[in-house]
């Protein structure tokens, strides 16, 4: 398969505002694109298309050779489509460890009355959970704080366990919004290095969008630049960040 995923001449409209306007790319099997661009550029917009949260008026979403485009979002996450959030949506007052088993509810197949009466199904599914969550828990490297409750945690380790809860369902693509934003350069540098490492040890691809562009230059194999919700230059990140247009839509933006 040359494209996990494939993003075609997406439109997306707010009433009269069109925020998408017959934008796409492809993400080949292993890489990690950047989406960049100004504020309003279009980015998030693309994004929930791709995780399935916006429908677009126009366009197509293909995923590892289907057509998703009305696939509703938990069964793409099921297909190996997963995401992160753009403002950590954990639920703070649950620990690390409860927030990634919560991220495998989906494949929860047991009913109210299994989990009351405490039945096989309930325990297999909450040992396979528990499991899985131990699993990314070792990758991205958590144990101090596997039993810690969110809230109050460092926003870095945040999102690292925002990232844990998605590679717990064992995606094929993890699409980011903005993972660095509201951290320190150290924390920065601690989540790009995970990423980096999912993507050579897991062979997990990523779609980020990302505004700092030292970051993307550092990570990214890939970069599609947008303004005004249309792709003006895609490419290696070394050419893309020179290119004439990008450059003045950073300034101008
Ligand atoms: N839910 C929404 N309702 C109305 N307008 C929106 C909504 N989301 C985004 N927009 C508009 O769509 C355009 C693109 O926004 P967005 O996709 O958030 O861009 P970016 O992520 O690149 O900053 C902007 O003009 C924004 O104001
Ligand atoms: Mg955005």
Aim: charged share 30%.
């Amino acid at each position: 398969m040359d494209y996990v995923l494939e993003v075609e001449d997406v439109r997306v409209e707010f009433g009269g505002i069109v925020a998408v306007d017959g934008a796409g790319f492809r993400l080949r099997p292993g890489q990690i694109l950047a989406l960049i661009g100004p504020n309003g550029a279009g980015k998030t917009s693309l994004l929930n298309v791709v995780s399935g949260f916006y429908r677009p008026k126009r366009g197509r979403v293909v995923f590892m050779g289907r057509d998703i485009t009305r696939v509703p979002p938990h069964k793409r996450a099921a297909m190996g489509l997963a995401r992160t959030f753009q403002h950590s949506e954990l639920f703070k007052h649950m620990t690390v460890v409860e927030n990634i088993m919560a991220g495998l509810e989906p494949w929860r197949r047991y009913s109210i009355l299994d989990a009351a009466l405490w039945t096989g199904r309930a325990r297999d599914w909450e040992e396979w959970a528990r499991w899985k969550a131990e699993q990314v828990i070792d990758l991205l490297e958590l144990h101090r704080y596997r039993d810690s409750i969110v809230e109050g945690l460092p926003p870095g380790i945040q999102k690292r366990v925002d990232l844990a809860r998605a590679l717990a369902q064992d995606p094929k693509v993890v699409l980011m919004d903005e993972p660095m934003a509201g951290l320190s350069r150290e924390e920065k540098e601690d989540l790009a290095r995970a990423i980096v490492e999912v993507n050579e040890t897991q062979g997990v691809s990523f779609v980020l969008v990302e505004h700092d562009l030292e970051v993307v230059m550092d990570l990214c194999d890939w970069v599609v630049a947008m303004e005004s919700g249309r792709v003006i230059s895609e490419g290696p990140p070394e050419k893309v960040a020179r290119d004439p247009k990008v450059v003045e839509a950073y300034l101008g933006g």
